[in-house]
């Protein structure tokens, strides 16, 4: 009985390795965004890894994560400066509603508030697609809004969840912050990436470093 659970074709052996890959992939995340410029070649590489093990692709997590993140290191820098300006634009807005005009005014922070969303939805996708279609900056910003306008329940899904995590971090945070520190931004990036794979798969994405490898 232990021999076979410990073989290499056994549930047990790949679900020991899918962790221990994600405990890895949890670092190496974590280390390549201390930049903080890093950020967005970090969670594409990040979503490189965590799709490609749902495909059943047994990846090799230190190669194949600094293989996406160098590649794709240009264009993940330039979307993140950018979603991180229009975020600053919309953030200071809500702040200057709220902090430098009558109440009666408070309604003009609304439409900051929806193009924050938009701009969370759009990256939402705009990374992993970044990871795993060869695509301009311009066919990625596009087409980051369209799946997210497509794919309306996963996309508030997403949101939800992710603000429900930031909650629960700003509440209990040396508990969450201990979790997510060892594997819990991986398991949430494999979470995401069960829908993510789907709609990917619609658009004729290969989920495989397979034939990468025999060229």
Request: proline content about 3%; aromatic content about 18%; overall charge neutral.
């Amino acid at each position: 009985m232990a021999s076979s659970f410990f073989s290499p074709k056994s549930t047990g052996t790949r679900l020991l390795t899918a962790i221990c890959n994600l405990i890895i992939v949890n670092f190496l995340f974590l280390t390549t965004c201390i930049p903080i410029f890093t950020i967005g070649a970090s969670i594409t590489a990040l979503y490189r890894i965590t799709i490609a093990i749902l495909a059943g692709d047994n990846p090799a997590v230190l190669r194949d994560y600094f293989k996406s993140f160098r590649d794709n290191f240009l264009k993940a820098t330039a979307l993140e400066l950018l979603y991180a300006a229009l975020l600053a634009f919309f953030g200071f807005e809500i702040y200057m509603v709220n902090t430098m005009m009558d109440p009666k005014y408070s309604w003009a922070q609304y439409p900051a508030y929806f193009f924050v969303a938009a701009i969370f939805a759009s990256a939402c996708y705009a990374f992993p697609l970044l990871a795993w279609f060869e695509e301009t900056f311009k066919q990625i910003l596009k087409n980051s809004l369209l799946i997210a306008l497509s794919n309306i329940p996963v996309t508030i899904m997403f949101i939800v969840i992710t603000g429900i995590l930031l909650f629960l971090t700003y509440q209990f945070t040396v508990i969450m912050m201990s979790g997510l520190m060892f594997i819990g931004i991986a398991v949430i990036a494999l979470f995401y990436s069960l829908f993510l794979k789907r709609i990917f798969e619609k658009f004729g994405a290969n989920i495989s470093f397979k034939e990468e490898e025999e060229k």
